[in-house]
């Protein structure tokens, strides 16, 4: 009770505050740091937010940080778990002096540790961010627990922080944001009933409940625009009942050079602080991963191995069953891999090799949040591999030290992918930072294990992304890549898993060349140079005096799909018989080593929806790669041999002869010439490119009336072109190309191959680099679009109504201007259309005329209606306000699917978004040369703009493609570029006109001259 003037308040409940603001004119006030004063002592305040710990409960310590060295933790806290928005986040052990905390703390667990973890946030923009994760290597049961503690230190920077948790079902669950606006430490207690989920979790499963049997992990985010730099100490779980300590270990060892490896599964109890290392029965160290590396033994001593788990208790638990085992004296896996010419070397001999394309993730495990097989699967998948006569295992990410163990434990070479993000900004200097340090960190794990073959930067740099950055950056980033690997492990090669979009990269700063090549990959492959012939060129152009892996290569066997050898839709027998050929010609072109794609199928691929990987879908090729397959969830997760490994493992256990035939069987062209000549060699974009082919013997004597195809690619914005033609009488072929209008800075790919009379193929590519014509965004098309004074009736039909509609052309090229193409388009007769439209007060009005080869393919709904044919209808009803990038709020893009769907897109807010248009109809009709597409679409889409006589709008059409695969694969543009689904930077211009006034002007005239 509180006496006052007045009489007596009642201020033990203050159940709220209220805000009054009083007055007659516009005001704008800032409120912070509001305090409690008292003229009393007091040693702690109940804060609503954490209250106190639950009777009954044990509070356990579950992270105290408490590691000998920054090394240590960030062998928990993994530099690639960083995740940042504008923002950088610098985290490490800190000692630093600790307050005396109030005694009711003392019941929330541990006081305090002697580490802390130091946090040093640094924001560029008040809406940055940042988050650290700690993924556990086997999901925690936290079933039995009622809430976490920890300790905080605050730094007054009024940013904030929270903790989340991902639990079985991938859901994440936070805490509630803790306000920075106090110095010192300060303690916190959440319950887990009062946990919310992350509103911005892409995981969305609105309906489901914590699932906390299996905690994947804990991510610590801030968010703020200040500097930050605070502490946590003593992250506590609150237990329902005392620790567990009943834990069983089952220890493995692994003999190796002067080392002897231990390994085990890990546990599920999350109060295992440490695993205790004893050999001999002396304790000779810890793990806090469920693997062990005894090094620097003298050779063949035989010791004695035991572990146990240590508790955050203090106790340790029963002692594993006891593993005898002793060092190697000889070398069996060399730590010392050289490049010599053509070949990697291995203890001194040449090592070919012979790989197999290994993930070990299995279906319901997401990749991003979800640990690797259980133990005993990895342990199979070894064994198979190895008895199938594979010597090397290739990644993309880095394999963890227990998984290199086993590897080594059946004599498999690894080649470690370090997975640098081949969609990042490469001109970036904190992303470069960060990539380099992931990099470090992998590097500093690997090498210390003697099967690791080679180093893997990165795999398939995205081609935009590479033309975006600009090809020197990349070439930057690989050799400080390079560096960073040397400076770390210099007895290991290095090199980077390129592919066909950017095979024109510099590679002289790798130790040896790899590429990942399929035979379906493009028309350079399947129609000009053939498999093998293009890996002779790459072997000739990026490896002379180097090794040349093909990094990957195999065939998919979904349900769906094109088949016979294409992406997709294979038989078993087709996949075996597909991948066995194409090592014949890898061999044959010069190349010293192979790694199939893939071990076994892997259900979650490409990440198209969120719970991907819980469903093996027909109709994504990308699951179905395995040479092992799961089929369904009926199936073992061990998987079952298809033809392939059984056929591979046929070869592979007797190599030798394989080899010797795959060298004889081949052969090349060595004296016929085919030449690819340009008037120069660097372009603007829009610029006539002048090429010509010439075709000689070996004399240099012309080869006259000789067939050729061609390919011409257009490689940042995927336009292709493809031809046929015959030389002259003077061995030549002349054309001319025209880059894409508009286009950033791209490359050209200009391929072409001729058979020979020996049955061989004379081949060549050549690549142009062409710069982008700043002035382009001045040039757009501009159309009319007529009002209309009666609706048409939309039944597919092209009556009366349209007669005076303009009609707009897509046919790759207009008025002389090339209209912007994507895929494989083969001319007007393949895809074309003449499009019409109108307008009222109400309504717009769409009539397309389609050619089509293959019409009316499109067996997709909403947003993946672009998939499949259909026609794009981009308009902006403020084309005054059109952003430098993405859409403003009154930019649109519409599509009508042939398959009579529609779907309005969700770049910007306002107006219809990501949902079919209201009040709008569509109809379909096919014809003997493609189809018609008819549709009426309400303007209360789109803001409900006032359409009047004289309004320019923003416009542009798409045409999208698709064939035989059932997918997308050409795209025409009228005025725009492929990517008007980002950007309307680019779009066209279309005025409303209405006719009508000028016919009523005509006739009134008329009817004047008449009555005179």
């Given amino acids: 009770m509180v006496k006052t003037g007045n009489g007596i308040k009642d201020l033990e409940e203050v159940r709220a505050y209220l805000f009054v603001v009083k007055g007659n004119s516009k005001s704008k006030i800032n409120i912070d740091a509001i305090e409690l004063r008292s003229d009393k002592s007091l040693e702690c305040i109940r804060d609503a937010v954490k209250p106190d710990v639950p009777e009954g409960t044990f509070s356990f310590l579950m992270e105290g940080f408490e590691y000998k060295s920054n090394d240590e933790l960030m062998s928990i806290y993994l530099h690639r778990t960083v995740w940042t928005n504008k923002a950088s986040l610098a985290y490490s052990l800190e000692s630093i002096d600790i307050e005396q905390p109030c005694s009711t703390a003392a019941a929330l667990g541990p006081i305090m540790c002697k580490m802390s973890l130091g946090l040093v946030y640094t924001p560029s923009s008040n809406d940055s961010w940042v988050v650290l994760q700690r993924r556990f290597s086997l999901a925690k049961d936290w079933s039995n627990i009622k809430g976490i503690g920890f300790w905080l230190y605050g730094d007054n920077s009024y940013n904030e922080i929270t903790l989340i948790f991902r639990d079985a079902d991938n859901e994440a669950w936070q805490i509630p944001w803790i306000q920075l606006g106090w110095s010192g430490w300060r303690r916190f207690y959440y319950d887990f009933n009062d ?323 399929y035979r379906y990959d493009s028309p350079m492959i399947t129609q000009d140079m053939g498999y093998d012939n293009y890996i002779n060129w790459l072997k000739k152009k990026h490896a002379q005096n180097k090794p040349l892996i093909i990094s990957e290569f195999g065939y998919s066997v979904s349900p769906l799909g094109p088949g016979n050898y294409g992406y997709g839709g294979n038989t078993a027998d087709a996949q075996k018989e597909g991948i066995i050929n194409d090592i014949k010609q890898i061999i044959g072109a010069g190349a010293t080593g192979f790694c199939v794609f893939e071990w076994i199928d892997e259900w979650w691929k490409n990440f198209d929806y969120e719970s991907d990987a819980n469903k093996h879908d027909s109709n994504d090729p990308e699951e179905w790669f395995g040479i092992l397959g799961i089929l369904d969830d009926k199936s073992s997760i061990q998987g079952e041999p298809r033809p392939a490994y059984y056929g591979l493992k046929n070869i592979l256990t007797n190599f030798d002869v394989f080899y010797k035939d795959a060298v004889n069987s081949t052969g090349f062209n060595k004296d016929f010439i085919l030449d690819i000549g340009t008037d120069k060699t660097k372009y603007i974009s829009s610029e006539a490119i002048n090429i010509v082919f010439t075709l000689m013997d070996g004399q240099r004597m012309p080869l006259r009336s000789a067939p050729i195809t061609y390919t011409i690619r257009d490689k940042r914005n995927s336009i292709q072109t493809v031809g046929k033609v015959n030389t002259d009488k003077d061995g030549k072929v002349y054309f001319s190309y025209i880059s894409l209008p508009g286009s950033k800075s791209t490359v050209l790919s200009i391929s072409v191959g001729a058979r020979l009379s020996n049955g061989l193929k004379a081949v060549n590519l050549k690549h142009i680099f062409i710069e982008e014509d700043m002035k382009y965004a001045l040039k757009k098309r501009h159309a009319k679009m007529v009002k209309t004074s009666k609706p048409p009736q939309i039944d597919g039909v092209f009556d009366n109504a349209w007669k005076d509609a303009n009609p707009m052309l897509l046919k790759g090229d207009v008025d002389n201007i090339v209209q912007a193409r994507m895929g494989n388009w083969v001319g007007e007769s393949g895809l074309s259309a003449k499009v019409y439209m109108l307008w009222d007060e109400a309504n717009i009005y769409i009539f397309g005329d389609i050619v089509d080869e293959f019409p009316c393919i499109n067996n997709n709904k909403d947003s993946g209606l672009w998939d499949g044919d259909a026609l794009e209808i981009f308009l902006s009803t403020g084309p005054d306000k059109i952003p430098e990038t993405g859409y403003s709020p009154d930019d649109f893009q519409v599509i009508l699917g042939s398959n009579e769907k529609m779907w309005i897109y969700g770049q910007a807010a306002g107006g219809a978004r990501n949902q079919e248009p209201k009040d709008s109809k569509i109809i379909v009709k096919k014809h003997e040369k493609g189809y018609t597409i008819e549709a009426k679409i309400s303007l209360n889409n789109f803001n409900n703009p006032k359409f009047e006589a004289g309004k320019i709008l923003g416009f542009d059409l798409a045409l999208d493609d698709a064939d035989k695969t059932q997918k997308r694969e050409a795209q025409l543009v009228w005025s725009g570029l492929p990517n008007n689904y980002e950007n309307s930077k680019y779009w066209g211009r279309c005025t409303l006109i209405d006719i009508s006034k000028n016919k009523k002007g005509v006739l009134r005239g008329i009817w004047e001259i008449f009555k005179r």
């Fill in 195 to 517: 946990l919310t989920r992350d509103p911005y979790d892409s995981v969305k499963n609105v309906t489901s409940k914590k699932d906390f049997d299996k905690v994947k992990s804990m991510l610590i985010v801030m968010r703020g625009g200040v500097k930050s730099n605070i502490y946590l100490n003593a992250i506590s779980l609150i237990s329902l009942s005392p620790i567990n300590q009943s834990e069983k270990i089952g220890l493995q060892t692994v003999s190796s050079i002067n080392k002897i490896y231990l390994y085990w599964d890990d546990s599920s109890n999350p109060f295992i602080s440490k695993y205790l290392i004893y050999r001999d029965g002396e304790m000779i160290g810890y793990s806090y991963n469920p693997f062990y590396i005894d090094a620097d033994l003298p050779p063949a001593n035989e010791h004695t191995y035991q572990v146990s788990a240590y508790f955050s208790n203090g106790r340790e638990g029963e002692k594993s069953v006891s593993r005898v085992c002793s060092s190697k004296p000889k070398p069996s896996l060399s730590s010392n891999v050289k490049v010599d010419k053509d070949w990697l070397v291995v203890n001194g001999e040449k090592f070919f090799v012979k790989g197999i394309g290994y993930s070990p993730f299995r279906p319901y495990c997401d990749p991003r949040y979800d640990n690797p097989a259980p133990l005993d699967a990895l342990e199979d998948d070894m064994r198979l591999i190895k008895d199938a006569g594979f010597n090397t295992l290739r990644t993309w990410d880095a394999m963890d030290e227990r998984q290199l163990i086993m590897a080594e434990k059946y004599g498999l070479m690894v080649m470690q992918g370090l997975s640098i993000d081949p969609k990042g900004d490469f001109n970036n200097p904190e992303f470069v930072k960060n990539s380099l340090k992931a990099v470090e960190e992998k590097v500093k794990w690997s090498k210390d294990h003697d099967n690791v073959l080679c180093y893997m930067l990165i795999n398939e740099p995205d081609v935009q992304t590479v033309l975006k950055s600009g090809v020197e950056s990349v070439s930057s980033l690989f050799n400080n890549g390079a560096k960073t690997v040397r400076n770390i492990d210099s007895n290991k090669p290095i090199s980077a898993s390129l592919w066909v979009p950017t095979d024109f990269l510099d590679t002289s700063m790798l130790d040896f060349v790899c590429f990942n090549i």
